[in-house]
């Protein structure tokens, strides 16, 4: 018996299609309607990578203030060109918070 994790980085490479790897801060999200998303940071990045399986997992490229309330409908929550609702923007928010730290340059 081993006590060694499963990596999580090559299973959500695999689901969404994209480059995720041990040097990415990741975070995964399911919604009540079973879409899944998938959020990476990489140290030294500006922005980070968003997949939403409903977009046929394409990638968005977000930063700190992707996020957007009121949209073209009151209401409305977006990031880059998605809609999401207001779980997936409460998740995606702390995963921005939390990984904010390496999208900040070192002097």
Known sequence: MTDEKP???PL???LCGGEVTERDYVGYFMNEHGEEL???Q???DKTARLWH???DWEMFRIGDHSIRL???MDGMITVADLIINREEATWLSACLAASRHLR????
Do not use: H
Not at 104 to 107: A, E, I
């Open 38 to 40: 998938v959020f990476a």
């Open 12 to 14: 959500l490479a695999r």
């Open 42 to 44: 990489r140290r030294g």
């Open 7 to 9: 990596a999580i980085e």
């Open 53 to 55: 399986s409903d977009t």
């Open 70 to 72: 009121d949209g073209p």
């Open 104 to 107: 900040q340059s070192r002097t």
